[in-house]
T-cell receptor, first 114, second 113 residues
Framework: NAGVMQNPRHLVRRRGQEARLRCSPM?????VYWYRQLPEEGLKFMVY????????ESGMPKERFSAEFPKEGPSILRIQQVVRGDSAAYFC????????????FGPGTRLTVL | DQQVKQNSPSLSVQEGRISILNCDYT??????FLWYKKYPAEGPTFLIS?????DKNEDGRFTVFLNKSAKHLSLHIVPSQPGDSAVYFC????????????FGTGTRLTVIP
């Protein structure tokens, strides 16, 4: 049973470009979460999605960031017009049922904005 | 606004001894707590959790203690092994309603052989 998969593992973008981060949850998991970890900090919640629905996006910056989890395919975190402050590790997690908060994390995508 | 705090950024322990990692929280609505372990360049790995209806949960070498009145929890690892060297994150959530986890800033544990 494959774990949570994220790609790419490393992504380098120049200021103003777009970054697309992909996450495939564990088999059987229908809840996906995105977190961001800035250097020397803990993980900060960004968004919680179920298939085709955004449930909670209270941690998402109001501009340039969007997320989706389509009926088919991986969840996508999209960052438009990246800036240097977007450089961070972005982790995706998935869980199986609503009442169980044991979220399983992917290896992360390290975004570097030049 | 850091609702979950790990005030010790690092801890060094001799192999075979007990490691105690501490975590404090401010939100009284939190009722479920988790510990994650993280190696460099990897995602966090779930270790152990505890519900607020309990004050202790044990799994092998790992035990989590919860003191609700003090809004404090701790992770005990005994005996500590060199492979336990990693960053440990405390996390908390409200089980009903919002499902996002609130993380502390982590404690880097080094177990010295």
């Amino acid at each position: 049973n494959a774990g949570v998969m994220q790609n790419p593992r490393h992504l380098v973008r120049r200021r103003g470009q777009e970054a697309r981060l992909r996450c495939s949850p564990m088999k059987g998991h229908s809840h996906v979460y995105w977190y961001r970890q800035l250097p020397e900090e803990g993980l900060k919640f960004m968004v919680y999605l179920q298939k085709e629905n955004i449930i909670d996006e209270s941690g998402m910056p109001k501009e340039r960031f969007s997320a989706e989890f389509p009926k088919e395919g991986p969840s996508i975190l999209r960052i438009q017009q990246v800036v240097r402050g977007d450089s961070a590790a972005y982790f995706c997690a998935s869980s199986q049922i609503l009442t169980n908060n044991e979220q399983f994390f992917g290896p992360g995508t390290r975004l570097t904005v030049l | 606004d850091q609702q979950v705090k790990q005030n010790s950024p690092s801890l060094s322990v001799q192999e075979g001894r007990i490691s105690i990692l501490n975590c404090d929280y401010t939100n009284s609505m939190f009722d479920y707590f988790l510990w994650y372990k993280k190696y460099p360049a990897e995602g966090p790995t779930f270790l152990i959790s505890i519900s607020s209806i309990k004050d202790k949960n044990e799994d092998g070498r790992f035990t989590v203690f919860l003191n609700k009145s003090a809004k404090h929890l701790s992770l005990h690892i005994v005996p500590s092994q060199p492979g336990d060297s990693a960053v440990y994150f405390c996390a908390a959530s409200v089980r009903s309603g919002a499902n996002n986890l609130f993380f502390g800033t982590g404690t880097r544990l080094t177990v010295i052989p």
